[in-house]
């Protein structure tokens, strides 16, 4: 070996001893940044306590406060809400496009682990939201392909099948 080789093999050595060192042994001392860091923050926390405590908040911070107190629902970042809910049913009630999209099932594709369908001249996998909007392919094979429109709430509106166009093959 070379004695470039050996310096090489040896800052190698170096680096990674240095790194598992970081890695395993993290510097316990507590610089004079992260004191200060953790004092501001307990005293941003003190004065948003004392603020909510003298009732010097806005309505608008009341608000945030109250809605924070309420307990989670299942997703946290779904509105519950009555209005949605009705607007959600009325979706689904004239959820199906009129006139509805004219599909051509042009050709298959699969290879080890893919299957595509062409249709429209686009490629799409089973199970795939397609260009035109509320509308997926479900099931898809050699001679045919399923697609559905779902409405807003997720429920299959419309579904039809749709055979190979012959002459395509």
Do not use: C
Not at 42 to 55: E, I, N, P
Not at 140 to 145: E, F, R
């Amino acid at each position: 070996m070379a004695t470039r080789e050996k310096i090489l093999v040896l800052a190698m050595i170096v680096a990674v001893g240095y790194g598992a060192y970081a890695m395993f042994w993290p510097d316990e001392r507590e610089t004079a940044s992260t004191v200060q860091d953790r004092q501001m923050l307990l005293d941003q926390v003190k004065a948003a306590t004392d603020a909510a405590d003298q009732g010097r908040l806005s309505p608008r911070q009341r608000h945030v406060m109250q809605e924070a107190l309420l307990p989670w629902p299942g997703n946290p970042f779904h509105r519950h809400s009555p209005d949605i809910a009705a607007t959600e049913r009325n979706e689904t009630e004239a959820a199906v496009p009129d006139p509805l999209p004219e599909f051509v099932y042009q050709g298959y594709l699969e290879t080890d682990e893919v299957r595509l369908a062409m249709i429209n001249g686009r490629p799409y996998a089973e199970g795939e939201r397609m260009r035109e909007p509320g509308f997926e392919v479900l099931t898809l094979n050699p001679k045919s392909v399923v697609i559905v429109f779902r409405a807003a709430s997720g429920e299959v509106a419309w579904r039809k099948e749709y055979t190979l166009e012959d002459g395509f093959l």
